[in-house]
């Protein structure tokens, strides 16, 4: 399965959402958990670039506009209890508009801005992977990296949506 994660950025903190879970997506050691914290997004449609992707799945979910989109990383995981492997494509974007609204409530319990160097627990599991793999994020080295990479790949754009060529 390919799907599409969007940090959605206003005034350095980070959009994530109360994700319910279901059991195909738990870890081990997460069976009792109902819950985890995810950035937007979802599954890539037929004929969509991750960029189109990342805009409509932010508007499905919350109801906001977005800008100043750039693809950042992406993780490989295969959850064993799915039997499944997802490939996250990750994508940094700048708020534009809109008040958060919950508009999956059967798949989300709310949203909320998080100081990026004190981003909640439990977090999906794809973006720890992105964290630790990606950035080198650690207890001794914390997320503080993930606005240096939104910062550097703002510098990196080469069109005004964000849309490498």
Known sequence: ML????????????????????????????????????????????????????QREVREETGLEIMAMR????????????????????????YRSGEVKTLEPEKCAGWQWFDYRQLPAPLFEPINLFLTQSLGVTATRPQVDL?????????LSDTPSGEHK
């Open 3 to 54: 799907g599409v994660g969007v940090l959605v950025w206003r005034n350095k903190k980070l959009l994530l959402g109360k994700r319910l879970l279901n059991t195909s997506l738990l870890k081990a050691g997460q069976e009792n958990q109902n819950f985890c914290w995810q950035f937007p997004g979802g599954h890539l449609e037929n004929n969509e670039s991750t960029i189109e992707c990342a």
């Open 71 to 94: 693809h950042i990383g992406m993780t490989n995981k295969t959850f064993s209890v799915a039997g499944r492997q997802y490939i996250t494509l990750l994508v940094s974007s700048e």
């Open 147 to 155: 606005y240096v990479m939104h910062e550097a790949a703002s510098e």
